[in-house]
T-cell receptor
Framework: AQSVTQLGSHVSVSEGALVLLRCNYS??????LFWYVQYPNQGLQLLLK??????LVKGINGFEAEFKKSETSFHLTKPSAHMSDAAEYFC??????????????FGQGTTLQVKP | GAGVSQSPSNKVTEKGKDVELRCDPI?????LYWYRQSLGQGLEFLIY????????KSGLPSDRFSAERTGGSVSTLTIQRTQQEDSAVYLC??????????????FGDGTRLSIL
């Protein structure tokens, strides 16, 4: 069964600093991985996805993530944080097991705070 | 184009009452998912619909929860005899079907359910 672990429930950075949000996954088959962002009182918005093509995936708003099979990681980064990046971020893996529904299995989420 | 639409956006009801939550997916999306987001449990899968296939109900927490999808489009999630632990944000998502699970899901803004 697939699972996702996000290290750090809360990350705080200064505006302009590097953003690094950590995600590790567990999967017995090649995974499909996603990062979503959630702003207050809104649903989840897709930032980027990994579906076995390039290991470095570029997403919206300047975010990117690198799939590292050897480390079972899919960390999210952005070179320079902006105040508008403050939100909650979720890493997710798609269920491609026997049921193969594509349902998402989420990490616990990381709240990103950006300080001026 | 229109995204996933959920109604109501907020629902407050008394313990023991029944509630219905509605989801209108993106046109052409054959897969529809319901998730629950609560403080203690994070984001949890509830149910999955795909075309005319039998739904995957494996995530429903009790028999008080049920859902249907009429005409392969609009879905309704019903909670009977609500309990305080049902208080959460209920999110609906839709996607194109991809047997590999690589298609991203598009989320509505959710229904915030509060049980008094």
């Amino acid at each position: 069964a697939q699972s996702v672990t996000q290290l750090g429930s809360h990350v705080s950075v200064s505006e302009g600093a590097l953003v690094l949000l950590r995600c590790n996954y567990s999967s017995s088959v090649p995974p499909y991985l996603f990062w979503y962002v959630q702003y207050p009182n809104q649903g989840l918005q897709l930032l980027l996805k990994y579906t076995s093509a390039a290991t470095l995936v570029k997403g919206i708003n300047g975010f990117e993530a690198e799939f590292k099979k050897s480390e079972t990681s899919f960390h999210l980064t952005k070179p320079s944080a902006h105040m508008s990046d403050a939100a909650e971020y979720f890493c997710a893996v798609s269920d491609v097991g026997s049921s193969n529904t594509g349902k998402l299995i989420f990490g616990q989420g990381t709240t990103l705070q950006v300080k001026p | 184009g229109a995204g996933v639409s959920q109604s109501p956006s907020n629902k407050v009801t008394e313990k023991g009452k029944d509630v219905e939550l509605r989801c209108d997916p993106i046109s052409g999306h054959t897969a529809l998912y319901w998730y629950r987001q609560s403080l203690g449990q994070g984001l949890e899968f509830l149910i999955y619909f795909q075309g005319n296939s039998a739904p995957d109900k494996s995530g429903l927490p009790s028999d008080r929860f049920s859902a249907e999808r009429t005409g392969g489009s609009v879905s309704t999630l019903t909670i009977q005899r609500t309990q305080q632990e049902d208080s959460a944000v209920y999110l609906c998502a839709s996607s194109y079907i991809d047997r590999g699970g690589g298609q991203p899901q598009h989320f509505g803004d959710g229904t915030r359910l509060s049980i008094l």
